[in-house]
């Protein structure tokens, strides 16, 4: 591969603009650029619970997932730009509805807690519903693509059964809430 980045800084982004990779500024503040950094942030704690004990079948789910994540993120990048389809969709309740056949259903509502890599899950699935929001936001106002909304959703699922897995594969229990 070339090298693509032989400078980190350029200094192009001291006055509040970034460029998108089609070569049109905006403000660093826009909703394009909120739900970039929201989906950057998304990855980063899908880095941290990939350094924990898991099983390789969702190790390779989760690394899958992050290159998907880049991809939205290209699709942010490059308006009118999209990778996210159905079968990436797809790919997502299937591991989902794996996971959640070998699961207790819920009768509770469950907090964040558990095991470590199950915490780490829930806090990357408050990010997703948050990286969430910023797309549906930004629709407002831009095209986003569809397939990659619907992944975002299903992916926030998936976070929170995975939570669940993990718990229950590392002998934890999930902490239920208890109404006072």
């Not at 004990?53 to 999209?82: R, V, Y």
């Not at 056949?101 to 470590?116: A, M, Q, R, V």
């Amino acid at each position: 591969m070339a090298n693509r980045l032989t400078k980190i800084y350029t200094r192009t982004g001291d006055k509040g603009k970034t460029g998108l990779a089609d070569g049109s500024r905006v403000d660093k503040f826009n909703e394009r650029i909120e739900s970039l950094g929201n989906i950057d942030e998304l990855n980063s704690i899908i880095g941290i619970i990939l350094i924990e004990n898991l099983p390789a079948d969702k190790k390779t789910i989760l690394e899958k997932i992050q290159h998907d994540l880049f991809d939205i993120g290209g699709e942010l990048s490059i308006p009118n730009h999209m990778v996210i389809d159905e079968v990436k969709i797809n790919f997502l309740e299937n591991s989902l509805d794996e996971m959640n056949n070998d699961l207790p259903s819920l009768k509770e509502f469950i907090l964040p807690g558990g095991c470590k890599a199950s915490s780490f899950c829930h806090l990357a699935r408050t990010v997703c519903r948050r990286v969430e929001r910023n797309l549906f936001k930004l629709t407002q106002t831009e095209k986003v693509n569809e397939s990659s909304l619907k992944y975002i959703n299903r992916l926030s699922d998936f976070l929170f059964v995975l939570a669940r897995f993990l718990n229950k594969t590392n002998e934890f229990s999930d902490v239920f809430w208890k109404k006072e």
